[in-house]
């Protein structure tokens, strides 16, 4: 199965609403991060986390590694923010080695 | 400062051709990656150098596939004999591991490979 499950696999937002993202885990993860990947295919790196919680301005990250799960939440959101979202984990047996989920495409209407 | 580098943005290719992408990471980095992202899913690692050594290519098609990196600098990865199944994006990411975010991820515009 996925060791990296990311749900939901789609979502449609109005402008400046709130959404959650969430990552879950199926192997041993010491650091986890995120990314935005464009419609033009470039991905952009969000956050780098050890177990904790970082704020980026609309963006707000969570990792919990003992329940083995990470989340994405986004503020008011922008058009700007459309694109696929990917989380990645680092495992503890693989050193510098990301394993990616499939991402969730969020959509964001005017 | 300037971002990872890859060329050529876009090939085309029939079954059996060969082709060669090129990666540039950002200076000072000495860790590259090679993801292959087939459309609608996330990048999967292909293989890894740390420096000019190559750290993991347990996952790279070692029949038709090769990356190499001679300088730890520039890095080229080649499909010899291009299959149907090859058609993905292929990425290119550096990362510095130095400092609080050590393994952080910094990608390039990627390569959309088309094999017909």
């Known amino acids: 199965g996925d060791q990296v499950k990311q749900s939901p696999s789609a979502l449609s937002l109005q402008e400046g609403t709130n959404s959650a993202l969430r990552c879950n885990f199926s192997i041993a993860t010491t650091t986890v991060q995120w990314f935005l990947q464009n419609p033009r295919g470039s991905l952009m790196n969000l956050f780098y986390?050890?177990?904790g919680t970082k704020e980026n301005g609309r963006l707000k990250s969570t990792f919990n590694s003992k329940e083995s799960y990470s989340t994405l939440h986004i503020r008011d959101a922008q058009l700007e923010d459309s694109g696929t979202y990917f989380c990645a984990a680092e495992d503890t047996g693989g050193a510098d080695r990301l394993t990616f989920g499939k991402g969730t495409q969020l959509i964001i209407q005017p | 400062e300037a971002g990872v580098t890859q060329s050529p943005r876009y090939a085309v290719l029939q079954e059996g051709q060969a082709v060669s992408f090129w990666c540039d990471p950002i200076s000072g980095h000495d860790t590259l990656y090679w993801y292959q992202q087939p459309r609608d899913q996330g990048p999967q690692l292909l293989v890894y150098f740390r420096d000019e050594a190559v750290i993991d290519n347990s996952q790279l098609p070692s029949d038709r596939f090769s990356a190499v990196r001679p300088k730890g600098t520039n890095s080229t990865l080649k499909i010899q004999s291009a299959k149907q199944g090859d058609t993905a994006t292929y990425l290119c990411a550096s990362s510095p591991r130095t400092g609080g975010s050590q393994n952080t991820l910094y990608f390039g515009a990627g390569t959309r490979l088309s094999v017909l």
């Open positions: 986390l050890v177990p």
